[in-house]
């Protein structure tokens, strides 16, 4: 692929641990799809896996624009904060090994962040697919929609309240560098993993509004293997919880203060209301599949307030399914078919 005429616009940050047979399939797939812009991928693995990357990663270098970098003993984020120091492009994504965006959708996020300086990110639809193994190639066994949530209010208070009270993980998004790079500039002094998700989505929030587009965006592989956040409670009893908590609220204190123009105490206790509905609404979540009436009683509430919502079925979710079919090709048979 011939990549003299073109200015690479974003780069996608992919870290990558140990799991070769899933960041193949994403080279795969990219190649097929004749991606132009820039992948930097950090691969933090050991022997044989990181032997097994550099390998693909001389197969598909003459196909992809690809910047790799090996980083042995980072964690994700202290590799993902290595990785953003290489990118040149005004636009940055982050995905994990096992993620896809699609092209055709990173494109449409660009260019609406060119056309509209109000706004910090974007993103479209999302699917989290079941192979019924924890492998990258099967057979698709089910889908569901993985919803990432426009955020468009006012002020940056009132935008983390938001962002807290109905929490997505809007990293995947199309983010301005220049956003990106501050919302994870605490990240690496974070002593709790649970917080290096949290923290860059909440400075994120603040910084600016993020806009949803109604484009097929973002797929996401739901398997035994995939990086997982910590249990709640078990999150919020850890050692480490504390110390980076007081990192949290007094970077997100500090922004908020600057952004709305409050004092520090007002944006302290906004930080703490919004972080409130979040522990809220996490521990009760928690709790119900735990401990509730019965937790057997309450998997069966859910299934039957699903079956209450099949009508949605044929009014909204095969639809849309077919429309990705029909546009995305590419996309889903790189799941079912590694060939």
Request: glycine fraction near 4%.
């Amino acid at each position: 692929m011939s990549k003299s005429n073109f200015q690479s616009k974003i780069s996608v940050i992919i870290p990558t641990f140990n799991r070769p047979d899933f960041l193949l399939r994403l080279l795969n797939y990219y190649a097929e799809a004749r991606y132009r812009h820039t992948l930097i991928i950090g691969d933090s693995s050991v022997k044989p896996y990181i032997e097994e990357n550099r390998k693909n990663i001389e197969i598909f270098k003459q196909k992809l624009d690809l910047v790799y970098r090996e980083y042995p003993n980072h964690t994700e984020p202290q590799c993902t904060a290595e990785l953003i120091k290489l990118a040149s492009t005004p636009y940055l994504a982050w995905i994990a090994d096992d993620d896809l965006l699609v092209p055709a959708g990173i494109e449409k996020c660009v260019s609406f962040l060119e056309s509209d300086l109000d706004y910090v990110a974007a993103f479209g639809e999302g699917i989290l697919f079941d192979l019924g193994t924890s492998q990258p190639y099967g057979e698709l066994s089910g889908f569901s929609l993985y919803s990432l949530m426009p955020n468009e209010a006012g002020t940056a208070a009132q935008r983390l309240l938001k962002h807290l009270e109905s929490y997505t993980n809007t990293n995947f998004g199309v983010h301005r560098t220049e956003h990106f790079k501050k919302a994870y500039s605490r990240v690496v002094d974070l002593p709790d993993k649970g917080y290096t998700e949290l923290l860059p989505n909440c400075v994120s929030a603040v910084q600016g509004k993020a806009k949803k587009l109604d484009c097929f965006y973002l797929v996401r592989q739901t398997h035994a293997r995939r990086y997982r956040l910590p249990d709640s409670f078990d999150w919020v009893t850890s050692v480490n919880w504390f110390p980076s908590y007081q990192i949290f609220i007094q970077t997100l204190s500090t922004e908020i203060a600057g952004h709305d123009s409050v004092d520090l105490d007002a944006a302290r206790e906004a930080v703490k209301k919004a972080f409130w509905s979040y522990l809220k609404n996490g521990l009760m979540r928690k709790y119900d599949n735990s401990y509730g009436e019965s937790a057997l009683s309450d998997r069966k509430k859910q299934v039957v307030s699903s079956l209450k919502r099949l009508p949605l079925m044929d009014k909204y979710f095969l639809p849309f399914w077919r429309r990705i079919r029909k546009r995305n090709r590419a996309t889903l048979a790189i799941i079912s078919d590694p060939s």
